[in-house]
């Protein structure tokens, strides 16, 4: 499985970008795929992820901002990103949890059981 991210870019606040995760694979169709962001010196960061049956769900701080979903005919996930602030700025990597689901808040707790990760596209906005 690979998990290749792009859609990076500068964005003036306010702005909007969206990213996009292609998926190679054999990635199980009940698995739960996520997006999450890593500032240096701070700890990794949930942002979105969108369960097998298409519920999305998103950390508050991009709540109302921010827009999971996946083009199943292409198999790419996208995180479209509106209203955009200067602490948006960070990697952002997508990542997918074979065979699990996202809810029960489970996506945001178990960021270590992630079994595959793509390489990161940075956001900078400013």
């Known amino acids: 499985v690979q998990l290749v991210e792009s859609g990076g870019g500068s964005v003036q606040p306010g702005g909007s970008l969206r990213l996009s995760c292609a998926i190679s694979?054999?990635?199980?169709?009940?698995?739960?795929m996520a997006w999450f962001r890593k500032v240096p010196e701070k700890e990794r960061e949930a942002v979105a992820a969108l369960d097998s049956d298409g519920s999305p769900m998103y950390a508050d701080s991009v709540k109302g901002r921010f827009s999971i979903s996946k083009d199943n005919t292409k198999n790419i996930l996208y995180l479209q990103m509106t209203s955009m602030l200067p602490e948006d700025t960070a990697m952002y990597y997508c990542?997918?949890?074979?065979?699990?689901?996202?809810?029960?808040?489970?996506?945001?707790?178990?960021?270590?059981?992630?079994?595959?990760w793509g390489q990161g596209t940075q956001v900078t906005v400013s």
């Open positions: 694979g054999d990635v199980d169709t009940d698995s739960c």
């Open positions: 990542a997918a949890a074979i065979g699990t689901s996202c809810s029960g808040g489970w996506w945001l707790r178990h960021m270590d059981e992630y079994n595959y």
